[in-house]
């Protein structure tokens, strides 16, 4: 590098899962000495932390997965559709032992703190007070990753084990227990089927119902597995072509208003094969006509709740009701509704029957009851893409933190770049699109480290986001949400607008403008030399 000022490392990561992993590959290609920090004690981001019974993707395992090396694509062998924590996991770390990664990796140590220099620098200092510099601060922390906890009264005086679902005490023994899960969404559809297996008892205390839709798990066969490696090339095709960033096919051009009810019928149940494809792959209307929509919502709830569930009252109660599909992001169900016709699985409706009180030394009281648990479990989410970096003081320079910044709106340059924070990114950040993410993140990666290059090969040493950028980013963002039926996501609390957060606002936080079009904008900006930056030889 052209550095007048000496740093430690050309960029700081923060972060080592997907997003990390990959950035490793693509900065030392672009020459750059580096060092990732995770606070985890392993590999895996997501992965290291979400270790709850039944945590598993809910993308595809052979297109959720890293695609800049060839040979990993063909030497790794997924067990299953949708691989597990500890599969995936593993994969990350056959990836790290192949490319030797560990080196540029230090565990167990959190990011306090980075400050922009006025040097064209940045200041990173840990949790325990060690401080390091960098030229390029870089934030691959993942968007859905700092806990949501919630405020209900008493929870300090629970006698037994109470936290957030990402946080499972792996060594936890939870056979024979009586658990209570205060949540509902898809972190709690997955571990449910799981606990109740096993536990004496699980209450699940639900506020809003979801869509779940099927996952239809199921193992990898060589003949499939020989089909996908003989395709990579079309599958990451697919992915880079689909709004979602899935390995999709292409729209079908069919929709709900032009076909008859025989028609919608028999091509929703010819597709009805598990995974997020259904939404994609039978009419190309259903996240935009409220009445295709509703059609969509109404097959959901007849398929997996109505066929599902024993008792009427408790199917009602599990129905979601006054909005649209995708208003919230749907779980995939492995079990989940059938789970409700045990006699050892309850759910009790906090919303409109008997809200939570308090938690007790023993349990939980809702207004009508008294429930007695051995392990409380909450599965309140996270707060969502702009969490992790509002978590610590990333001060830009100004002097003023993101989270000071994103008090009223979580504003920036396509997801990866804010005015004001000079030479630091942010891998799907605020206002990236909502995707399959190692595409999103392979795409961001690539992105910041063709930036970097160019910088490299000009002689510049500081870029700064243009305000106006931001501004326009942020204007076309909050259009193109106003005319999805994400919108109503506000109206239940969805995290996709930020809006199950008790400390911030609702505000846009998605580009839904197709992840297919963001990555031809990111490339667009690459080939045109980046104007969203400016780039100066040295520190203003
Ligand atoms: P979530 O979908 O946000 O669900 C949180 C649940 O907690 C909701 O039912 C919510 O109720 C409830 N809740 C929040 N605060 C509460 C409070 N104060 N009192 C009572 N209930 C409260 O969170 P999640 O299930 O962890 O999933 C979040 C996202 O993570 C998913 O949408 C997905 O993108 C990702 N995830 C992915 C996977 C996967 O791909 N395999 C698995 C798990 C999670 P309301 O709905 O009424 O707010």
């Not at 980075?114 to 840990?126: F, H, I, K, P, S």
């Not at 658990?179 to 509902?184: F, L, M, N, P, V």
């Not at 993101?402 to 770049?417: H, N, Y």
């Not at 690459?526 to 203003?540: K, Q």
């Amino acid at each position: 590098m052209q550095n007048n000022q000496h740093v430690d490392y050309d960029a700081i990561v923060v972060g080592a899962g997907f997003a990390g992993i990959t950035l490793i590959h693509y900065l030392r290609e672009a020459g750059l000495s580096l060092k990732v920090f995770d606070r985890a004690t392993d590999i895996g981001g997501t992965w290291a932390w979400n270790k709850y019974p039944g945590a598993a993707t809910d993308s595809e395992g052979y297109y959720y997965c890293l695609t800049f090396s060839e040979e990993v694509l063909q030497e790794w062998t997924w067990s299953r559709r949708y691989p597990g924590w500890k599969e995936t996991q593993n994969y990350l770390r056959f990836v790290a032992d192949k490319f030797d990664m560990w080196r540029d990796i230090q565990f167990d140590t959190e990011i306090k703190s980075a400050e922009y220099q006025d040097n064209g620098t940045w200041l990173v200092t840990t949790g325990s007070g060690e401080t390091y510099t960098c030229r390029y601060f870089i934030s691959g922390m993942g968007m859905i990753s700092e806990p949501q906890i919630p405020n209900l009264k008493g929870m300090d005086t629970f006698k037994g084990p109470l936290f957030h679902s990402s946080r499972w005490p792996e060594e936890l023994e939870y056979e024979g227990k009586r658990i209570g899960i205060i949540g509902a969404g898809a972190t709690t559809v997955q571990m449910l089927p799981e606990l109740a297996k096993v536990a004496a008892d699980v209450t699940v205390f639900q506020r809003t119902p979801n869509f779940v839709m099927p996952a239809m798990q199921k193992p990898m066969t060589p003949e499939w597995e020989k089909e996908i490696k003989e395709n990579y090339d079309e599958i990451i095709a697919k992915c880079r072509n689909h709004v979602f960033g899935m390995a999709f096919n292409p729209p079908s051009g069919r929709t709900i208003a032009d076909s008859t009810p025989e028609e919608i019928r028999q091509v929703f149940e010819e597709n009805w094969h598990g995974s997020f494809r259904w939404v994609f792959e039978t009419f190309d209307d259903l996240l935009a006509s409220p009445e295709a929509n509703q059609a969509a919502a109404d097959f959901i709830i007849e398929k997996m709740i109505k066929a599902k569930v024993d008792d009427p009252e408790l199917a009602d109660l599990l129905t979601p009701k006054g909005y649209p599909l995708f208003a919230k992001r749907p779980p995939l169900d492995h079990g989940y509704y059938e789970t409700f016709n045990r006699d050892n699985v309850h759910l009790v409706d906090i919303k409109d029957r008997e809200p939570i009180e308090t938690i007790t030394e023993t349990g939980v009281r809702t207004s009508e009851h008294e429930y007695e648990f051995d392990i409380i479990v909450l599965a309140t989410g996270f707060n969502a893409y702009t969490g992790a970096l509002e978590a610590m003081d990333i001060v830009g320079a100004t002097g003023e933190t993101l989270r000071d910044k994103w008090q009223d709106q979580s504003s920036s340059i396509m997801g990866v770049a804010v005015s004001g924070y000079p030479n630091f990114f942010m891998v799907t950040g605020p206002q990236a699109p909502f995707a399959n993410l190692p595409t999103s993140i392979d795409q961001n990666a690539q992105y910041i480290a063709n930036c970097i290059k160019q910088m490299k090969r000009e002689g510049k040493e500081v870029f700064y986001p243009s305000q106006q950028a931001e501004d326009e980013w942020t204007a076309h963002t909050a259009e193109i949400h106003e005319q999805t039926l994400m919108a109503e996501g506000d109206k239940v609390n969805s995290w996709m607008m930020g809006a199950n957060r008790e400390d911030r606002k609702p505000r846009v936080l998605i580009y839904f403008g197709g992840a297919n079009v963001y990555y031809d904008k990111l490339k667009e900006s690459a080939d045109n030399g980046f104007p969203e930056l400016e780039f100066a030889e040295h520190a203003a």
